[in-house]
């Protein structure tokens, strides 16, 4: 995902101190192990002493595969936003359909294909998911619920992850959504979400 998209987030997350770098990557023609090794050679170019991640979608299986094959000791946590840790039904659907399997890309299909490492404990991940239904994936049939409209809630669990949290926010307004920056701000400073 080109980086752009993330603007608001970028700027939200400064808002509260954090000095955000946004890595851009090719979702659709990169593959995930390529995108990844990217992501860590980004990150090895970046100074800090302690460095988070906030990925959206395929953006945090990119993360969860560069950190359990290249992690830098300066990791400490990790929020993914609407990542289908644990498969994608709609991704699925859409592959068999002829033309449209392009659209998902190198990336996801790859994640979807590869057994899954193991992650370094080490870094805390937070995973948040959306129950908001509206996109392109309430068009797949059988997409379960609840769902962001492209990812189920029940596709975004990790066992890693120390924390989740579930917003009423879709898919792609995850982008735009100031509570989901709130919330990944909130687990970045303290490892958990804000939970009601």
């Not at 991704?91 to 899954?116: E, K, M, Y």
């Not at 962001?148 to 596709?155: F, I, K, R, S």
């Not at 982008?175 to 970045?188: D, G, H, I, T």
């Amino acid at each position: 995902m080109r980086g752009p998209v993330f603007f608001l987030h970028q700027r939200w997350l400064a808002d509260k101190g954090y000095a955000v770098c946004q890595f851009s990557y090719p979702s659709v023609s990169g593959g995930l192990r390529q995108n990844a090794e990217a992501l860590s050679r980004f990150i090895a170019a970046t100074g800090g002493d302690n460095i988070h991640l906030v990925g959206h979608s395929l953006g945090g299986l990119v993360a969860l595969d560069m950190l359990a094959h290249h992690p830098d000791p300066r990791l400490r946590r990790a929020v993914l936003m609407g990542s289908p840790c644990a498969g994608c039904h709609a991704a699925s659907v859409v592959a068999d359909v002829p033309l449209l399997d392009a659209v998902i890309g190198r990336s996801l299909n790859d994640w979807l294909a590869l057994p899954r490492a193991t992650l370094p404990d080490s870094v805390e991940i937070g995973v948040l998911a959306g129950d908001f239904s509206l996109g392109l994936g309430r068009l797949v049939p059988g997409l379960p619920q609840p769902n962001d409209g492209v990812v189920a809630v029940a596709e975004t669990r990790l066992p890693e992850a120390g924390d989740s949290i579930v917003l009423h926010v879709s898919h792609a307004g995850m982008l735009a959504s100031r509570a989901c920056a709130e919330q990944a701000a909130a687990f970045l400073l303290n490892g958990k979400f804000m939970h009601e």
